[in-house]
């Protein structure tokens, strides 16, 4: 890496963290992941759920959770971000139900967003046409994928996904909405992950993130990557990142501790 971009990463980094130690990243958005259903259309070979997924909830349920979350961001005066997830959460009949009434309550208060993650294979013409009146409270739908080609992604998703799954994120972008890309690197995808900010580039999306496989669940029958195989990736991808900070995508930390060196301003933040 050159001095110069050395610089600017840091300088970049430094004042991430001075945002962060003045407590305005924490009073911008309390994040939470909601876990609609458990079930899902894909079995993928990464996956850390089991095979036995827990009966859904009811909507009237979800509904009054939602209440008590936008309840608790009032009286705590944070703005909230809460993002749908699974499972696959559009997989569940009452999803747009749901959207709708968290866009009822929004339009009381309009202080939190609801993004939502997919494994992308649903997402069709249709899909958007319903999504599109709730664009207002869906910034970004993030999509899976696991490879740069059928090959790998469909040997860990399972084959058709990878065309299907692009093309969800193809219409997403073309229809206005904010998408995002997740990575899973295992052995099974090592050399790919090099060139998941090539296809982040091509298909246009504002947000690429990497983590490392949690070898739990079905995730147990892949192999995690070695540490200098991470710090190799690592490299490679936090220059390349740098690269692509202007393009607006840019690379996020994942769930093991030492991922997080892949989010140079949490890395500070730990280390701190
Ligand atoms: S990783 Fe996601 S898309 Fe794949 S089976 Fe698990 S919940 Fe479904």
């Not at 309840?71 to 559009?90: A, D, F, N, Q, V």
Request: charged content about 30%; proline content about 4%; some cysteine.
């Amino acid at each position: 890496m050159s001095d110069d971009r050395g610089l600017l990463r840091y300088k970049k980094a430094l004042s991430e963290l001075q945002d962060r130690i003045r407590g305005k990243a924490v009073r911008e958005g309390f994040y939470v992941q909601w876990h609609l259903t458990d079930r899902c259309n894909l079995r993928c070979k990464h996956c850390y759920y089991s095979d036995a997924p827990i009966k859904d909830l009811p909507p009237e349920q979800l509904k009054g959770i939602f209440d008590k979350y936008l309840k608790s961001i009032l009286k705590w005066k944070l703005k909230g971000t809460i993002c749908l997830i699974g499972g696959e959460p559009i997989l569940r009949d009452d999803f747009f139900e749901l959207l709708d009434y968290i866009y009822t309550r929004w339009k009381e208060h309009p202080i939190f967003s609801a993004p939502f993650m997919s494994n992308g294979v649903r997402i069709d013409e249709e899909f958007i046409s319903r999504l599109e009146p709730y664009s207002a409270i869906v910034p970004q739908i993030q999509v899976s994928l696991d490879g740069t080609c059928e090959e790998t992604h469909g040997f860990i998703r399972g084959k058709g996904s990878f065309e299907k799954a692009k093309k969800g994120l193809r219409l997403l972008h073309e229809n206005g909405f904010g998408t995002a890309l997740h990575f899973v690197v295992s052995k099974t995808n090592y050399k790919d992950a090099f060139d998941v900010m090539k296809l982040g580039d091509e298909l246009k999306v504002t947000r690429v993130t990497v983590s490392r496989l949690v070898p739990e669940g079905r995730g147990c029958t892949l192999e995690m990557i070695t540490s200098p195989e991470l710090k190799e990736l690592w490299t490679y991808l936090s220059e390349r990142c740098i690269d692509s900070y202007p393009k607006g995508v840019f690379l996020a930390r994942g769930r093991c501790d030492l991922w997080h060196l892949a989010d140079i301003p949490s890395t500070l933040y730990s280390l701190k």
